[in-house]
């Protein structure tokens, strides 16, 4: 008798992960910050700005969360954004750098600017999965109480809305389109297990190996046939040995999209899907020349042809850390009873990949973690989902969006740091060629 039930997996390192982590998190001192950022007055006129619009944010959260939308057709969650900006006093553009979801509402004046960064796009089946309904909020709300305070300290603050974070690369696409040319620094936050003030996003690249044989009929004159489907064997096995040999922070997955129709003819076409990931931008190019290697290998020890089609959506670059501005954020957060922790005691490899990895190559960034779940609950799952619509989401919003708020307000009030910020991002090697690198 069969038994079609899988195996549970054993949970005994995931146990000793939590456990481990645990001992860190409470031994940890969050980040902080040499500098002063913007004035009290200033701080209590952003703090007043975030609290009045704070039941509004949390209304948004929630009705985001009950209407998902997928990357690309977010209309109802714009527009939801769109309105609430409006109520405060802000006319958003909707429909800016040629994509109709995505957002830009930006305050008078000259001098330094930032912008708050929304996402609002869901995952299909699992809704907001990975709680971009409370990224939306905070940032709006980011962007309100910033909006209160930033003609008078000489600078400008926009809120940018990107869609399709979740594989389509909106924010590379705006910035190809000249959505981010006069933005000097780009704030957002995302929802997850553990409070940390500087958390890395792996880079992520798409590979569609497509392998051409030769049909035949399997029985009567298999010698006639060159087999697409051995050949994506052939590099799905390859690419399983590759990964003794890769970093421990470098990832490959993938999948069969097609093996052939009938196993009585020798499939002319087989095809994988893969997902490369890596830490710097370096190593994932690295790492797509080893792919591109045993794709050609496979092909040739079975006499087929290959065709690689790299990137559907743009790649996403890994992000760029800056320290100055994660302990701006850490020092606000603090201030609403959390403790954003430093890198490193949470465990990296508890990682993905998002296209704010691309911003942060062309201009300083800050995308720090905020605490909506328990220790244990991981994105882009059901019980994550439940997380971002619970009690603790909704207070996470309200947190979010007065640290997202007064990091703005530091940004902009405090020259000093400004520079710090700026130095750091040269120091690390200025602004990328994001759309040539990978060419």
């Known amino acids: 008798m069969t038994n079609a039930e899988p195996v549970p997996p054993d949970d005994s390192y995931l146990r ?8 860190a998190v409470a031994a940890a001192e969050p980040l902080s910050s040499p500098h002063t950022g913007a004035d009290e007055a200033t701080r209590a006129e952003v703090t007043s700005a975030v609290e009045r619009s704070s039941p509004d944010l949390v209304t948004l959260s929630q009705d985001l969360h009950a209407h998902p939308e997928e990357g690309f057709a977010e209309h109802r969650s714009v527009r939801a954004l769109a309105d609430l900006l409006a109520r405060h006093g802000h006319e958003a553009a909707v429909g800016v750098g040629g994509l109709d979801t995505a957002l830009r509402v930006s305050t008078p004046g000259t001098g330094p600017h930032i912008a708050v960064l929304a996402e609002y796009d869901a995952l299909p089946g699992l809704g907001h999965a990975c709680g971009h309904n409370i990224i939306c909020s905070t940032a709006a709300g980011g962007f309100l109480g910033a909006a209160a305070v930033a003609e008078r300290l000489g600078g400008r603050v926009s809120l940018i809305g990107t869609p399709a974070e979740e594989g ?8 190809r389109a000249g959505v981010f040319d006069d933005v000097d620094a780009v704030i957002m936050l995302h929802p997850f297990s553990h409070d ?4 890395p996003f792996l880079g992520r690249r798409q590979l569609e190996m497509v392998f051409h044989g030769v049909g035949a009929h399997a029985s009567a004159q298999p010698f006639m046939g060159r087999n697409a489907l051995d ?52 190593t994932l190019r690295d790492l797509a020349a080893r792919m591109t290697s045993i794709a050609e290998g496979a092909a040739a020890m079975t006499g087929c042809g290959v065709e690689l089609i790299w990137d559907a959506q ?15 954020w850490s020092v606000n957060q603090v201030g609403t009873g959390r403790k954003p922790l430093p890198p490193g005691i949470v465990p990296e490899s508890l990682t993905g990949s998002t296209d704010l990895g691309n911003l942060s190559y062309r201009m300083p960034a800050l995308h720090p973690m905020l605490a909506v779940s328990g220790p244990t609950v991981a994105l ?58 990978f060419a």
Do not use: C, M, W
């Open 16 to 23: 000793s992960l939590v456990e481990a982590t645990a001992d």
């Open 168 to 175: 389509g690369g909106g924010k590379e696409i705006l910035a």
């Open 196 to 199: 940390i003030a500087l958390h």
């Open 231 to 282: 050949a994506a064997v052939a590099a799905y096995q390859g690419v399983s040995a590759l990964r003794q040999q890769l970093p421990q922070s470098d990832r490959v997955h993938g999948v069969f999209t097609d093996g052939g129709a009938r196993p009585n003819v020798i499939p002319a076409r087989a095809a994988l899907l893969f997902y490369l990931r890596s830490q710097s931008p370096a």
């Open 314 to 328: 743009a790649p996403y670059l890994p992000i760029r850390f800056n320290t100055a501005l994660a302990g701006r």
């Open 380 to 437: 882009h799952t059901k019980e994550f989902a439940a997380a971002a619509a619970s009690e603790t989401g909704d207070a996470g919003v309200r947190d979010g969006a007065l640290g997202l708020a007064l990091t703005a307000a530091d940004y902009l009030g405090d020259a000093e740091l400004r520079k710090a910020v700026h130095d750091e991002f040269e120091a690390a090697g200025g602004a990328l060629d994001v759309p040539s690198f």
